[in-house]
Structures are given as C-alpha cells and as structure tokens.
C-alpha cells in the first residue's frame, strides 16, 4: 500500500483554478515531487522541491506544502493538462521511494 | 541533452529471471549528484520504485522486491540493469529507467520512454 494518499480523480473546468493533494506523514520532512503523465507516454516532471518548476513547464503549475499535504495547483487549467498526476517523495524512514496512487484530472 | 533507452525482452515466462539495460546517451554516468533507477508501473494502474544504483555501485532497493531485485551499473558502457527474479503476472508492466537526483528533492529526470515487458507463459 501507497505510504502517499492522492485523490483519485479530480475535474476543472477550462481556465479555472485547480489543487490537486497528497497526503503523507513523511511530507513533514520531504518536499513532494510531482509527475504529470498523458496516456502511452513516460511521466514527466513538473514540479520539484518546495515550488520549483523544471525548465520547460509553464508557471501555472505551482507546489506548496502544508504539514502532511502537499499540494500542486494549476492556475488556469488548458486542455493540454488532462493526465494523470503522481506525487512521490522519500518514506518516513528515508531509506525508499514511494508514489501516491495518482490523480486523473479531467479539464471540462 | 540526457537521454535514457531501456532495452530487454518483450515476454517473458513465469518463474524466470527478466533482465533489462538501460542506455545512457548525452551525459555522463559518473557523477556524483544522481542515482540511476527503475520504476514500474502494471497496466492501468499506478507508479512503482523497484530501486537505484549510485554510480560507486551503492544500491537502495523497495523493501517489497529486494529479495528478488539486483541493479548494476557498467559505467564504461554507460549502462546500468535490471535483475528481477521468480517472475509472476505480477510482474508484467512498463519498465521505465531514469536518473534520480541525490539532493534531498530526490527528483526522477529525465525518465526513458519505457518498455511493456508480459510475463505469460
């Protein structure tokens, strides 16, 4: 079982504003990355660290953390954001990696 | 611009061993700041971390497939592999190889395009 609690799925409607959560005790130490995956194609990261955005990714994504839950927000959601989205951090021991179970977001 | 190949049998039978390469291209493997590792993910269904190498040879496996994983690095050929064995229909997913960053963001970047391995008899 997943040590990381996603949503399963999530909708927004065009231009509005969406957050999408994961929930886990090892948020309190480690920063949440987060992976953006469409259907046939490997995962691609999107946000890293407290708020970072890899080279290439629009700044609508954001990140926060607060406590147990990380958040990802897209601000003006487009079309071209409908995937499956995976956070992922260290476990409580540090010592492996763990994946939220994901979150199918749907732009309407 | 790094770039990573997964390359390795398409089907394989229950109870064998499933061994997979991945190729690095773009950038060095030898360097200090990244793991080299595997993630998983079965048909339909969610992400998986199977483990990462340091280039050294340092190893962290999940705790759920150590006993049947063994990853290795050749830098010389840039290469690092997958072992995995007692293979059961379990096992049958997308394999993906990818760079994993030591800071504390433990980021995985770039990922390789991913290889369907079917474990079916």
């Known amino acids: 079982s997943s040590e990381l609690t996603q949503d399963p799925a999530v909708s927004v409607a065009l231009g509005q504003t969406v957050r999408i959560t994961c929930q886990g005790d090892?948020?309190?130490?480690?920063?949440a990355n987060w992976y953006q995956q469409k259907p046939g194609q490997a995962p691609l990261l999107v946000l890293f660290?407290?708020?970072n955005r890899p080279s290439g990714i629009p700044d609508r994504f954001s990140g926060s953390t607060s406590g147990t839950t990380a958040s990802l927000t897209i601000t003006g959601a487009q079309a071209e954001d409908e995937a499956d989205y995976y956070c992922?951090?260290?476990?409580?021991?540090?010592?492996?990696?763990?994946f939220g179970g994901g979150t199918k977001l749907s732009v309407l | 611009q790094l770039q990573l190949q997964e390359s390795g049998p398409g089907l394989v039978k229950p109870s064998e061993t499933l061994s997979l390469t991945c190729t690095v291209s773009?950038?060095?493997?030898?360097?200090?700041?990244?793991?080299w590792g595997w993630i998983r993910q079965p048909p339909g269904k969610g992400l998986e971390w199977i483990g990462s190498?340091?280039?050294?040879?340092?190893?962290y496996y999940n705790p759920s497939l150590k006993s049947r994983v063994t990853i290795s690095v050749d830098s010389s050929k840039k290469q690092f592999s997958l072992r995995l064995g007692s293979l059961t229909a379990a096992d049958t997913a997308v394999y993906y190889c990818?760079?994993?960053?030591?800071?504390?963001?433990?980021?995985?970047?770039?990922w390789g395009q991913g290889l369907l391995v079917t474990v079916s008899s």
């Open positions: 992922n951090s260290r476990d409580t021991s540090g010592n492996q990696q763990v």
């Open positions: 990818l760079r994993e960053e030591v800071a504390d963001e433990n980021r995985f970047d770039p």
């Open positions: 660290g407290k708020d």
């Open positions: 773009g950038g060095s493997i030898n360097n200090r700041d990244y793991y």
């Open positions: 190498i340091y280039y050294s040879g340092t190893t």
């Open positions: 090892s948020l309190r130490t480690y920063y």
